[in-house]
Each structure stands twice: as C-alpha cells, then as structure tokens.
C-alpha cells in the first residue's frame, strides 16, 4: 500500500480499531471536514480515517500498523497550522493527539510540569500559574492551540523577547518515533549532559520524526504586576526605532508589537471595537512591561524619552490591557474575514535592516500581483513580521515566492512561527545549506526509515 494512498485495505482500519476503539477511529465524511482543511481555509485535502489515540502505548501500535501497510500519517492538534504541514494534502491519515489531554501536577520546586501532547496553552497556563509559577509562551490562539503542536512548530508567540519560543521551554519530552520505538527522558534536569538532546531535535519537526506525547516544561517566576501601552508612532519607522530602544532601555520589557493603520482601522471595523487612540496614526506600537513590582513609572519614563510618539494610551487594569491586545490579536481574524484565503507569510528579519523590509515588502508585492493588499504587523520585539497578503489566489505562489527570496536576501528567515510545512518546502533551501538538508534527510531516515510521518512537510524531496 502506497503511502499516501487515499485506497486503503479494510484490515488495516479494522486492526486500528481493535487498537484504538470503534469510537476513535472516524471515517464518516461529514466528520473528518473539519480534521482535513488548516485553520487558514488555504490547505485542504482528504483522509480516509482519522484516528485519535488515547496513549503513547495505543500511538505506538499505531505507528507499528502504519509501517506494516506503508500508510503514511499526519500529526495534528488543535489544527491552528497556517502552513499546510497539520492536514492531509496527499491523502494520508490524520492521527489526532486531542484525547491526550494530560496535565501535571506541577513540579513546584523545579519550577517544571509535565503534559500531554493535547493539552491547550491555555490550560497549560492556568496549570502554571495555580502552581504559582507562568508558563513563558503566549500567543493569540492559546485556547486552541495544543502543545504538541507548539512543539512540533517550535511556536514562539507575544514574549519571545523576554522568555525565548517554544524550544527554550522544553527540558525533555516522551515521543512514539517513526519507527514505533517510545522513547521517554521527563525528568527534568537542568544539567543534564548524556548525549544528543532528542527532546530539541523534535521541536520544529513537524511531525516528520514521530509524535511528541508529551513534554516536560520550564516554568518561569510569576510577573504579577504588568502594565501595557499603545502608541501611536509617526511612521513605522519610529514605531521600530521605538521598540529596540525599549529593549535597550526597559529591563522589565515583555512584549512589543507593531500594528499599522490600515490594519488596525480592519480590526475596529471587523471586531466593533473602538479606536485605541482618539485620532489615527500611521503606525502603532503596543508594549508591555510585567515583573513582580508595580512597572508604571518604569514604563512611562522610557516612553517620554523615546522620538515620534504622537500620542499614548497607558492600561494597568487587565481588562483594559486585554483590550489593547485585542487590536493586535484582532489582526487574524479581521484579515480572514476578507474573503479567500490570505497568504499568510510569518518571517523573521534581522533588526537593521526590519524598518526598510517593512517599508519595501507592500512594493514587492505589489510588482508581482498589482492591486494585493498587504497587511504587515508582528513580535517585532524579536524581529518577527506577519506578512498578510489578499487579493490574491490561494495558489497562486508568485508572492510566497518574491516575499521569501527578498527576506533570504537580506539574511531573514522564511519561517519565523509556523513551520515551514507544504507552504514553504520548496524555499527551504534559501536559508538551509545542501549540507544542512542532506543532514535532516539523514535524520529522518533514521528516525522514520519507511518514511511514513509526514512525508510531504519540510523535508524535501531528494
């Protein structure tokens, strides 16, 4: 049986459900929809079963079966992927990890926890924080997202400034590799120095090596007090000179993002919400100081101190600070709510030369499909810019195509989030050496010999 093949023996689902139970493996159409299109509406493809595993033991037998037919597999979590690498494009099937939904307890002296692969962010912060502790990753999708799949994109989110991405969080983790082998080191030591660290080499993976189970996660000091504020800026410029000052000059910095004016006024006419400023601006700042004494007077002062701010909105009360997120995290849903699909091109930028790629990549754009709305806005605390691109169809790949080769060529990453995926397979090799590829080949062999685990996703072909 071909991998990938959407013609599958009837033994084959039966042995799964003898594994995994009648009840967990879904074949009715109307019920797998859902499992077979990302959350962009851009990658949709078809899957014969999906099946929803209720441990490591049942994924392992899985794995075991897949390998026996040569039936190739999809990993996927809370399906919040923006670059095809969570459905089944080729007609794999999709083996879901939401029933392993464990979390904790906390170690509380360590400042650790232990959860399951189908555990949500969210639920993951509250863990952390009953525990007295937070967990350093946040991101606009945290009720959905699962952290297997934050794992498997290496997600990094709001605080990666101050905490560092997913990759920085994880001590250790329980993984069913490509080759059915269950491999398992929770223990959570800091110093810990026997040999290759698996548990890094499997975030960012995508699924292609196996399934991450479950991961042993820092947890980070509690920063109770925050205080967050909006800028208006004369131009992006300054909203980015604004920003790497405040990382200079703001120790208790914990997040800065840039939003622009047409993207913001978007959001206020999607979401009702109304303006944060009383006159608009050609760009916004919106930062956040958080740590365990009152941040207010620490925050201001390096504002008055910074140049082109035109106007300023402080919040101290969490409501109203959710508030002033709500325009950045507003961004997504308003840009969706444009008709077909966006492309959706999350890069990273190296910061001297972000303000001028910022001011250039409307025009890239616009040479190659004239009359594209861009809409740009990102961690540019980190150097991360969100390129949003409608007007555009969702195949049509000229735009991926000029984005990624003008961030490579400034030394930028095409991929600074969600993975590289289907999307951005093929311009993998603008910011990998032929060495470095031949090397994950090489990896994956090794970890996936029959090359099973999802076979179409970042790796590419040879």
Known sequence: ???????????????????????????????????????????????????RPGSSEELAAVVALCRAGGVAVVPQGGNTGMVGGGVPLHGEVVVSLRRLTGVGPADVAAGQLTVQAGATLADVQVAARDAGWEYGVDLGGRDSATIGGNVATNAGGLRVLRYGDTRAQVLGAQAVLGTGDVVEHLGGLLKDNTGYPLHLLMCGSEGTLGFVTAVRLRLVAPAPQRVAAILGM??????????????????????????????VELVCAVTGAPPPLPSPHEAYLLVEASGPADPTLELTAAVAGLSGVEDAAVAVDPRRIAALFRYREGHTEAVNSLGAPPHKLDVTLPFGVLAEMVERLPSIVDAVVPGAAVWLFGHVGDGNVHVNV????????????????????????????????????????????PAELRAFAAIKRALDPDGIMNPHVLVPPA
Not at 15 to 22: K, Q
Not at 238 to 244: D, G, K, N, R, T
Not at 407 to 420: K, L
């Open 1 to 51: 049986m071909a991998c990938g093949s959407s013609s599958f023996d009837p033994g084959f689902i039966r042995a799964v459900v003898d594994v995994v139970g009648r009840a967990h493996v879904l074949t009715d159409p109307d019920v797998v929809a859902s499992y077979e299109i990302d959350w962009t509406g851009r990658f949709r493809g078809s899957t014969p079963a999906v099946v």
């Open 234 to 263: 004369k131009d992006a410029a300054s909203a980015l000179a604004a920003a790497q000052a405040l990382r200079l000059g703001l120790p208790t910095l914990s997040a800065a993002e840039l939003m622009l004016r047409a993207g």
């Open 390 to 433: 409608t007007g555009v169809a969702p195949d049509d790949e000229r735009v991926d195509e000029a984005v990624f080769r003008a961030v490579a060529g400034v030394g930028g990453s095409i991929s600074a989030e969600h993975g590289i995926g289907t999307a951005k397979r093929k311009w993998l090799e603008l910011n990998r050496s």
